[in-house]
Nanobody, 118 residues
Framework: QVQVAESGGGLVQPGGSLTLSCSAS????????MNWYRQAPGKERELVAT????????NYADSVKGRFTISRDNSKKMVYLQMSSLKPEDTAVYYC???????????WGQGTQVTVSA
């Protein structure tokens, strides 16, 4: 069964940093595209970052570009989202997703809450 699971969320002060982790199982991790999404209360779901199978190509939403970094470790079947210079607007539930090819419905994790507040 294809599964992903997020961890690492929590409360952080504005300007602070936090790293989210996503563990994967049930598929050939190195052959799948990995993504991070987020959804804040009252807002539409937003694609935050995506990373290709090798980790050499990455894409970011304009809202996080320069502050967030997506990475993956295929040997550990893990994907990460390093977040810095966090803003209250970054407060959301963050989800890890996995796709075998682009534009197909991905497999989602349960989400992890990130709250940026003083």
């Amino acid at each position: 069964q294809v599964q992903v699971a997020e961890s690492g969320g929590g409360l952080v002060q504005p300007g602070g940093s936090l790293t989210l982790s996503c563990s994967a199982s049930g598929f050939i991790f190195s052959a799948w595209i990995m993504n991070w999404y987020r959804q804040a209360p009252g807002k539409e779901r937003e694609l935050v970052a995506t990373i290709n199978t090798t980790g050499h190509r990455k894409n970011y939403a304009d809202s996080v570009k320069g502050r967030f970094t997506i990475s993956r470790d295929n040997s550990k079947k893990m994907v990460y989202l390093q977040m810095s210079s966090l803003k209250p607007e970054d407060t959301a539930v963050y989800y890890c997703t996995a796709r075998p090819v682009p534009h197909v419905n991905g497999t989602w994790g349960q989400g992890t809450q990130v709250t940026v507040s003083a």
